[in-house]
T-cell receptor, first 115, second 115 residues
Framework: GAVVSQHPSWVICKSGTSVKIECRSL??????MFWYRQFPKQSLMLMAT?????????EQGVEKDKFLINHASLTLSTLTVTSAHPEDSSFYIC???????????FGSGTRLTVV | KQEVTQIPAALSVPEGENLVLNCSFT??????LQWFRQDPGKGLTSLLL?????REQTSGRLNASLDKSSGRSTLYIAASQPGDSATYLC??????????????FGQGTILTVHP
């Protein structure tokens, strides 16, 4: 089945630094990937839609200059949290649509802690 | 705006019980509905995907039903086991859109199966 690999699984960074999270589709091409954010004991909230070869589409309220998304190939999307602050600490998960019609496959998530 | 509600928020049962998790959505114009499982600190694992033309899907001890007209889906787990303990999430595509992967999630049901 479709597999989405997400790295790193966890990261701790200092305030003011930037962190890059990678999301790869391993056995299929994904022209579109999605980035979600999940706060403790809450559900997933869509942040942005990543489109291969074009600009990402951000959901209302999500700062595009803080959360930079790049989708340079059919198998890789990256989310960069710029000038991170403690309030950016969260669980970030990417997903891609399985073109075989099996729904949406999710990465294993990245736990970001900003200190 | 699509809203997804899951009931109950938490459920604790002894091993061996059959149980039902409920999911309701406000906009019935959906293309599909997907049930996921999330273990603590992990990503999402797809359990079942029901297309809008289907009434139910089965996988092992899991059975999911869909009633579009009433905006409801149920996930039935037979003969529950401690390994079933996790958070169960249902998700539907954004209202009015095609199945491009922008999902709206319910808040989840935290299931605990004790020996």
């Amino acid at each position: 089945g479709a597999v989405v690999s997400q790295h790193p699984s966890w990261v701790i960074c200092k305030s003011g630094t930037s962190v890059k999270i990678e999301c790869r589709s391993l056995d299929f091409q994904a022209t579109t990937m999605f980035w979600y954010r999940q706060f403790p004991k809450q559900s997933l909230m869509l942040m942005a839609t990543s489109n291969e070869g074009s600009k990402a589409t951000y959901e209302q309220g999500v700062e595009k200059d803080k959360f930079l998304i790049n989708h340079a190939s059919l198998t890789l999307s990256t989310l960069t949290v710029t000038s991170a602050h403690p309030e950016d600490s969260s669980f970030y998960i990417c997903s891609a649509r399985d073109l075989g019609g099996l729904g949406y496959t999710f990465g294993s998530g990245t736990r970001l802690t900003v200190v | 705006k699509q809203e997804v509600t899951q009931i109950p928020a938490a459920l604790s049962v002894p091993e061996g019980e059959n149980l039902v998790l409920n999911c309701s959505f406000t906009d019935s114009a959906i293309y599909n509905l997907q049930w996921f499982r999330q273990d603590p600190g992990k990503g999402l694992t797809s359990l079942l995907l029901i297309q809008s033309s289907q009434r139910e899907q089965t996988s092992g001890r899991l059975n999911a039903s869909l009633d579009k007209s009433s905006g409801r889906s149920t996930l039935y787990i037979a003969a529950s086991q401690p390994g079933d303990s996790a958070t169960y999430l249902c998700a539907v595509p954004y209202a009015g859109g095609t199945s491009y992967g922008k999902l709206t999630f319910g808040q989840g049901t935290i299931l605990t199966v004790h020996p």
